[in-house]
């Protein structure tokens, strides 16, 4: 397939902004895809050629793209960040600049899809000396046989950032309705898989009876379970009737694969942080009996048996150089709670079964890895769960979870089958997408940052400007990474891709017209930046809507 024809389905859709629209659109589109493209578009749409999954990454920054498109039209860079800051995005500077230089000849042979995404794939193979010369060779071969549409979506989809407004939702929606395949099933596929280019081809090719046989493969991550909210300790549990109360831990959410010899471990953004914990890995080794299983639990870091802040681990677990020293300064303990697959898959099972079945295969070694603290409560023994989060609160944990005692494991949704309740007041989890400069003595840093949520359609709507709860230092190195992330700037304001997280505390929510979320937050504050997310992970406008209506 030619790559145009792809192109031309992400202008279509992204010249709308309803879902029925993409989700017509797109139908369409996959419907006259051969099942050798099917994969590689399905990733495509979304903006990547890799899994959310895969350790794999492009490792392309925006200044190796704007060099690459001065070349090939023949300008300056400076030209290119002009037209950047004009059009808003280097896809769009891209085009632009493509149009302008009708003197140009490209190669007659037109890109295929196959060929773009084998280049774009081939970036992340290439290291060690001259390899930014050779990424940026790599592109030009791409870029110089495309047309100026072309040029803009190549570059898009190496920063990863399509702009189209196309979702995972989107996407298994236009499958389901290309193949006419129950929603459902997809939907299902989809979970247990984490692969909707796999559920694509075999909806196409196997149609329902596929679909039904696609299921938990260890060493393939899965998206985890959410919880929402608990309205409190007795109401969660008069509705549930039976609850399994246990700690909530402030660490990193582990998801451990075991499949034959090999141990990897995820984290809930799915990353494969394998390399960076290896007394983890021996620890697991040693807990589990020799099979393949899929197990789900916390790792946190400790000082004299006390859990220390969510930093420390965070800092631990990105280390990529001098791992045992980080391992001496940084002590690390994992506690497990669920279990996905144990030679089988068990997340259709209750969590009290698949609880029951994690305990008898674990063997526990005290303060290195454990069982999560948990209590069996009903109505009538509420008091067990509220024992638990103030011995919780007080061991230095967040709170507690609450499930209910006959629900499975639904991977990558939030409902009330699963609930928190932390101490502290809930947060929002938001990306960045703009900020101001300061004023005073905050004049040399952005002191502002503006905020943003996903909506229905993945796109991303403003709710508020922080700046509270950050200190110089925290200002002075998000600053510098604004500059590296800036698509544009206009006068003390600058746009920057969606790339850093907050967690934000507020005192309320009310509706605002100024933000595109119809929504903002009285007195928000920084609590903390989430280096562990990504703007995949962050809250949605549905989950604000419903806190503001609780």
Same mark, same amino acid.
């Given at each position: ?348 099972? !209750?969590? %009290? ?6 305990? =008898? /295969? #674990?063997?526990?070694? +005290?303060?290195?890895?454990?069982? *999560? ?124 891709? !969606?790339? %850093? ?6 005192? =309320? /929510? #009310?509706?605002?017209? +100024?933000?595109?979320?119809?929504? *903002? ?30």
């Amino acid at each position: 397939m030619k790559y145009q024809e792809l192109v031309n389905v992400y202008e279509a859709l992204g010249a709308t902004t309803k879902r029925l629209e993409k989700t017509e659109i797109l139908s369409d589109f996959l419907k006259t895809v051969g099942a050798e493209d099917l994969e590689k578009i399905t990733l495509m749409i979304r903006g990547t050629v890799f899994p959310s999954w895969s350790e794999e990454e492009q490792g392309i920054g925006d200044k190796f793209v704007m060099k690459a498109v001065a070349d090939v039209v023949g300008v300056s860079v400076a030209v290119v960040e002009d037209a950047i800051r004009d059009e808003g995005d280097i896809g769009a500077a891209a085009e632009k600049l493509y149009a302008k230089k009708t003197q140009m000849t490209f190669f007659s042979q037109p890109l295929t899809v196959d060929f773009v995404f084998k280049q774009l794939r081939k970036l992340a193979t290439i290291s060690g000396s001259r390899s930014t010369s050779k990424k940026i060779s790599n592109i030009l071969e791409l870029l110089s046989s495309a047309s100026a549409s072309e040029a803009k979506y190549i570059c898009r989809t190496i920063l990863e950032e399509l702009r189209i407004g196309v979702g995972e939702g989107i996407i298994r929606d236009a499958i389901s309705q290309a193949f006419d395949v129950d929603k459902a099933l997809a939907e299902r596929a989809h979970m247990l898989t984490n692969d909707l280019g796999l559920v694509a081809r075999v909806a196409k090719e196997e149609g329902e009876d596929g679909l039904k046989g696609l299921n938990l493969v260890p060493g393939r991550p899965v998206k985890p379970m959410l919880a929402q909210l608990s309205d409190g300790i007795e109401i969660s549990i008069n509705e549930m009737g039976c609850a399994l109360c246990e700690t909530k831990y402030d660490g990193i959410r582990m998801q451990v694969h075991k499949k034959d010899d090999d141990i990897t471990i995820f984290t809930r953004r799915l990353e494969n942080i394998t390399l960076a914990v290896p007394e983890v890995v021996d620890l697991i080794r040693n807990a589990f009996p020799d099979e393949d299983f899929i197990a789900e639990g916390e790792i946190i870091a400790t000082r004299d048996g006390k859990p220390l802040s969510f930093q420390n681990i965070l800092r631990r677990v990105r280390r990529k150089y001098n791992i045992e020293e980080a391992m001496e300064k940084v002590p690390l303990m994992v506690y497990l709670y669920d279990l996905l697959y144990f030679k089988e898959p068990t997340l259709d099972k !209750p969590i %009290i079964e698949r609880r029951r079945i994690l305990e =008898e /295969i #674990v063997t526990e070694e +005290e303060n290195k890895i454990e069982l *999560s603290d948990i209590v069996n409560v009903k109505p009538e023994n509420v008091e067990d769960a509220i024992d638990l989060f103030n011995k919780s609160i007080d061991g230095g944990h967040e709170g507690i979870m609450i499930k209910n005692c006959a629900e499975p494991y639904i991977p990558g949704i939030r409902g009330k089958k699963m609930l928190k309740l932390k101490a502290e007041p809930e947060t929002l989890d938001a990306v960045v997408i703009g900020g101001v400069k300061g004023i005073g003595k905050r004049g040399d840093f952005i002191g502002s940052y503006l905020i943003a949520l996903r909506d229905e359609n993945d796109d991303l709507q403003t709710i508020a400007h922080v700046g509270t709860g950050l200190s110089d230092d925290d200002l002075a190195k998000l600053t510098e990474k604004m500059e590296e992330l800036k698509i544009s700037q206009k006068g003390t304001r600058i746009t920057v891709h !969606p790339k %850093i997280i907050f967690e934000i505390a507020y005192s =309320e /929510i #009310v509706k605002s017209p +100024e933000y595109g979320a119809g929504y *903002s937050l009285r007195f928000p504050v920084v609590k903390r930046i989430r280096d562990d997310k990504g703007v995949e992970d962050i809250d949605t406008i549905e989950r604000l809507e419903s806190m503001f209506k609780e």
